[in-house]
Structures are given as C-alpha cells and as structure tokens.
C-alpha cells in the first residue's frame, strides 16, 4: 500500500477556520459584556458577530472531509466500533468534563452552588449544547 500524499492546503484551511472559530467566542465575549448594544459601535458588533458563524461549519466540514479521506480505501481501517469508541473517548469525556467544570465554577463564583443546581445545570448543558454560548439580543 502506497502512503496517501499529505494535503498542506487542508492544514491551511483547518488554521483559517480554528482562527474564525476563535474570533466568534472572543465577539461573542465582547459582545456579552457590552452593556448598551444601541450605540453604532455595539451594532456593528453585533452584526459582525453574526459574519463569523461560517468557520464554524467550514471547520466541521474541514474535520468531516479529513476523517473521510483518512478511512477512504482502507478496508482494513474501517472498523465502525473501534472508531466510534475512540471519537466518543477522545471528544465525548472532555465535553462532559469540561462543561461540569465550567458551571461548578460559575454557580460557586455567583455563590449559588448546590449539588441539585449543577446536576439539573449540567444535564441541560450536554443536552443542548448552548449553555455558554451567546445570542445576542435585539439592538433596539
């Protein structure tokens, strides 16, 4: 079997879309902390913001074509199991750490901490995906 050629140009875009998917949390940082979203500079954020949603779908894609090009024509690399187990080990564990984590310290810096808080915080979290991430609100 003949080693598959490495494609820099997808290493390329992977470092494009990490950087946009970096520059949305930092705008969406900016954004939650901005008081007055009615000024002309907190509209633009606003609206800014929404521009850089597209890295996030270019790097799933990106993510998507990388694992398909490394499984095409391997046969003997197509073991569903064993890929599927090492996906949910390596993303799945730290998805549900991290997030435990993240709302432990939020509900102990607000000094609200309970067991049942964090419990029923955390479920909601894993389940919908959206718990610290911002929307942002109508500028009017």
Same mark, same amino acid.
């Given at each position: 079997?003949?080693?598959?050629?490495? +494609? $820099?140009e997808?290493?390329?875009?992977?470092c494009?879309?990490?950087?946009?998917v970096?520059? =949305?949390?930092? &705008?969406s940082t /900016?954004a939650?902390a +901005?008081?007055?979203?009615?000024t002309?500079a907190?509209?633009f954020l606003?609206?800014?913001?929404l521009? +850089?949603? /597209?890295?996030?779908?270019?790097?799933m894609?990106?993510?998507?074509?990388v #694992?398909?090009?490394g $499984?095409?024509?391997?046969?003997?690399?197509q =073991?569903?199991p064993? /890929?599927?187990?090492k996906r949910y080990?390596?993303?799945?564990?730290? $998805?549900l750490?991290? =997030?435990?984590?993240f709302?432990?310290? #939020?509900l102990?810096t607000?000094? @609200? /901490? @309970?067991w049942n808080?964090? +419990?029923?915080?955390?479920l909601? &979290?894993?389940?919908?995906? @959206?718990q610290?991430y911002?929307s942002?609100?109508?500028?009017?």
């Amino acid at each position: 079997m003949t080693k598959k050629k490495h +494609l $820099y140009e997808v290493d390329l875009m992977r470092c494009f879309f990490m950087f946009g998917v970096v520059l =949305n949390h930092v &705008a969406s940082t /900016f954004a939650a902390a +901005l008081g007055n979203k009615a000024t002309p500079a907190g509209r633009f954020l606003v609206s800014t913001h929404l521009i +850089l949603h /597209f890295p996030r779908f270019g790097f799933m894609f990106i993510t998507g074509l990388v #694992l398909f090009l490394g $499984y095409w024509g391997r046969p003997e690399k197509q =073991n569903w199991p064993v /890929f599927w187990k090492k996906r949910y080990i390596g993303s799945g564990i730290p $998805y549900l750490f991290w =997030n435990g984590l993240f709302l432990a310290f #939020l509900l102990l810096t607000s000094g @609200s /901490f @309970s067991w049942n808080k964090w +419990l029923t915080g955390w479920l909601e &979290a894993i389940s919908k995906g @959206s718990q610290f991430y911002f929307s942002p609100p109508s500028c009017a």
